[in-house]
């Protein structure tokens, strides 16, 4: 029989309050709030960066493509279930979701701040926002914390207080502030995630290649594909920075990149390896063929992906998440069981269970 579906990848809406109720002082005045503007809505404003957040995309699932837009709505219309814990169980069932893996929206962009000290205490408030969220329930709402990654023994800290908080995972930044995630020293962090049972996940538009605001060769819409390259860059960071090498256990989760590239990128990384392996550093020699770690070590969670499910024979089916990107403007969410109809129709039932549903649980511990 087919398992109750999860969301390996939803997200919330962050409320007005988030950080300006639970902020380090020192930052009060100057926290992530929320604002009007006549023409255009209500406004995340983020002290440091150039450019305020629209609430206009950030709870659009389930408007018709027409009607999208950046600008213009209001707090008070979103999906309430983005706030409101006792709300998002009616759209789960809706969407004929069990459970949801929930991360950040404002927090996903604050990951790209300049200024470390500033995101480390908006990061705080949020884990203590988001545990309480979850905690109405804990069942169907599967929690992650965020960390600044200012230095290895805070990042070790952090990762034992979202722990204590009853979260289930790390969001991590894209850039930590010292040197890249390759350098041996972040080694002790990976064996500390790995020890806690913590995984680490790396959500698009989270490295500072990601910079919102940034200008698309080409048309508009151009931009849309070019967002999974920062993803791209840091899984290959991992893998022939010899990160997995050192470190056997640690498993990361490349979130909302889409999978269906998986298979040419692991090639693609195979014959740089065999025909270029001598550029790489000393000390990032690797045992196997970059191929291998990516299958071995890398989750990726997609939701509107066809691709995903035809390639599942070219990559490890054990390692592929289906999420529903609730609220998101790119959500499946309320159509997610006519999609997956559709895509998975050739799947056995066991392949069914392992992207639907055993995969993300057993990453997470889940009962």
């Known amino acids: 029989m087919l398992k109750p579906i999860i969301s390996s990848d939803s997200h919330i809406t962050e409320p007005p309050g988030t950080y300006v109720d639970r902020i380090d002082k020192k930052y009060k005045d100057t926290a992530p709030h929320m604002i009007h503007d006549e023409k255009k809505g209500d406004l995340f404003v983020i002290s440091g960066m150039k450019q305020p957040v629209p609430m206009g995309l950030v709870a659009a699932a389930g408007q018709k493509a027409e009607d999208l837009a950046m600008f213009g709505a209001k707090f008070e219309d979103l999906h309430r279930g983005g706030w409101d814990p006792e709300a998002r169980l009616a759209d789960q069932d809706r969407d004929g979701v069990a459970a949801e893996v929930i991360y950040p929206t404002v927090g996903m962009l604050l990951c790209n701040h300049s200024d470390f000290d500033y995101k480390k205490a908006c990061f705080d408030a949020y884990n203590e926002w988001i545990a309480e969220y979850c905690s109405a329930h804990s069942d ?4 992650l914390g965020q960390t600044a990654m200012r230095s290895v023994d805070e990042g070790i800290a952090d990762l034992r207080k979202i722990k204590e908080l009853g979260l289930r995972g790390v969001m991590m930044p894209g850039n930590p502030q010292v040197s890249d995630y390759d350098d041996p020293l972040y080694d002790a962090f990976w064996q500390a995630a790995i020890d806690m049972q913590m995984p680490l996940s790396f959500h698009i538009l989270t490295s500072r290649s990601d910079v919102v605001g940034s200008s698309p060769r080409g048309p508009k819409l151009n931009g849309f594909l070019s967002i999974i390259r920062g993803n791209q860059d840091l899984m290959g960071t991992f893998i022939l ?3 997995f090498e050192r470190n056997p256990k ?6 909302e990149a889409d999978a269906g590239w ?3 990128y692991m090639y693609r990384m195979d014959h740089a390896y065999d025909r270029h392996r001598y550029w790489l550093k000393p000390g990032q020699e690797l045992s196997k063929m970059p191929s291998e770690y990516f299958s071995e070590h890398i989750y990726t969670t997609f939701q509107d992906d066809w691709v995903a499910f035809r ?12 999420a529903n990107d609730f ?3 790119d959500s499946t ?7 997956l109809e559709k895509h998975t129709a050739h799947l056995t ?17 889940l009962d």
């Open 327 to 329: 609220p998101h403007s």
């Open 241 to 243: 920075g010899g990160v």
């Open 311 to 322: 390639m599942k024979d070219m990559c490890n089916p054990r390692r592929l998440m289906w």
């Open 140 to 143: 169907r709402l599967i929690g």
């Open 250 to 255: 640690l498993k990361i989760v490349c979130v």
């Open 333 to 339: 969410w309320p159509w997610s069981q006519e999609i």
């Open 262 to 264: 998986v298979p040419h």
């Open 349 to 365: 039932e066991e392949e069914k269970n392992w992207i639907l549903h055993d995969n993300v649980a057993e990453l997470y511990n």
